[in-house]
C-alpha cells in the first residue's frame, strides 16, 4: 500500500472528558442566569465567583472540543483552540512514553519540538502506533513499550 493509499484519521480527547465540561458550564451558566432573574443580592464576591467558574468551565470546554490531532499521508496536524502544529513524520525523531498516575503521557519529539499528548485522547494506543510505524520508528518503538 502506498503513501497515497492512506487515509487521515483523526483523534480528540474522550467524549466522556468532553461532555462532562459542557455539562459543568452549563450548569454554572443556569445557576448565574437564575440569580441574575430572581435579583438575588449577591456580594461582589458572589458574582465573581459566579463568573469565574463560567469563564473557567467555558475555556475548558473550548479547549477540548477544538482540540484534534489528525494524522495522514503526510504529516502529524495538532490542531487547537489557539494553535496549529504539522510535523513531517521525516522530521519525528523519537516518541516517550511516561505513566503517570490515572493516565500515560506520550511526548513525540521532532526535530523542531514536539507534540504531547496523553491518554485522555481516545484511541491514544492507535494514535501513537500510527505515528511511530509511518516515522519508521517501529523497531525502536516495539523495544521500548
Known sequence: MGRKDIKAR????????????I?????????????????????PQGWLGLAFFITLF???ALYYWSMRITV????????????????SFDD?????????????????????????FTSLISGHKDLVNLIATRANLSARWRDRR
Open 92 to 116: 519525528i525523531l523519537e516518541i516517550r512514553v511516561t505513566p503517570v498516575p490515572g493516565m500515560t503521557n506520550y511526548d513525540v519529539r521532532t526535530r523542531f519540538d514536539g507534540l504531547c
Open 23 to 43: 455539562g459543568a458550564f452549563s450548569l454554572w451558566f443556569g445557576v448565574t442566569l437564575a440569580a441574575l432573574v430572581s435579583g438575588l443580592n449577591l456580594p
Open 10 to 21: 483523526v483523534f480528540r480527547p474522550a467524549l466522556w472528558l468532553r461532555v462532562p465540561v
Open 72 to 87: 495522514d499521508e503526510y504529516a502529524v496536524t495538532y490542531r487547537g483552540l489557539l494553535a496549529f502544529r504539522s510535523y
Open 58 to 60: 467555558l475555556s475548558v
